[in-house]
């Protein structure tokens, strides 16, 4: 079973300020997806990451894609209130099936 | 806006009484997924589907739990009897089936007392 950890599990900070997330794993994944679950709702597909080395950017928030496949970060340029939630990533389990592994998350606080 | 619709939205029930959360998936998806998310776990799969058949079930357990999709707009999670071991927050998902995306419903909130 491949598994993702995600780290930290939980960071509240002050509008305003950077964070960085992440999701690692000792396996490599042909892709990783990240999701927002805001509170009383299901998660929200934000970004798809496919090729190592890769960044993407989603207005204030920067995804990269390891090198080797195996990890990615979340990166949240000054922080608004709004970008609280839970983010969860997730990878493919395995050739031939659209079953998807997902990490625990890290539950941000964005403090106004 | 095409989105997944899942009720009730909220379920309470004692322990012993039968369950069935029910989901419609968004028009043209034909994979469904099912899972559980607690605080301890994660999210975790429960049931898979694709083109209404179910394709793995191995994260369900097999004597209480049961998912159909009796047609391409209905799924249902079935647990009999409940437990309380069994509250937590379920969610349905689908997708087109041609790639790893995910589109999750609102889920149900279940209360086993």
């Known amino acids: 079973t491949q598994l993702l950890e995600q780290s930290p599990q939980f960071l509240s900070i002050q509008e305003g300020e950077n964070l960085t997330v992440y999701c690692n794993s000792s396996?490599?994944?042909?892709?990783l997806q990240w999701y927002r679950q805001e509170p009383g709702e299901g998660p929200v597909l934000l970004v798809t990451v496919v090729t190592g080395g890769e960044v993407k950017k989603l207005k204030r928030l920067t995804f990269q894609f390891g090198d080797a496949r195996k990890d990615s970060s979340l990166h949240i340029t000054a922080a608004q209130p709004g970008d609280t939630g839970l983010y969860l990533c997730a990878g493919p389990t395995g050739a031939g099936s659209y079953q998807l592994t997902f990490g625990k998350g890290t539950k941000l606080s964005v403090i106004p | 806006d095409a989105r997944v619709t899942q009720t009730p939205r909220h379920k309470v029930t004692e322990m012993g009484q039968e369950v069935t959360m029910r989901c419609q998936p968004i028009l043209g998806h034909n994979t469904v997924f099912w899972y559980r998310q607690t605080m301890m776990q994660g999210l975790e799969l429960l049931a898979y589907?694709?083109?209404?058949?179910?394709?793995?079930d191995s994260g369900m357990p097999k004597d209480r739990f049961s998912a159909e999709m009796p047609d391409a707009t209905l799924a249902t999670l079935k647990i009999q009897p409940s437990e309380p071991r069994d509250s937590a927050v379920y969610f349905c998902?689908?997708?087109?089936?041609?790639?790893?995306?995910?589109?999750f419903g609102p889920g149900t909130r279940l209360t086993v007392t």
């Open positions: 396996s490599v994944f042909s892709s």
């Open positions: 998902a689908s997708g087109p089936g041609s790639s790893y995306e995910q589109y």
């Open positions: 589907f694709r083109n209404r058949a179910p394709l793995d």
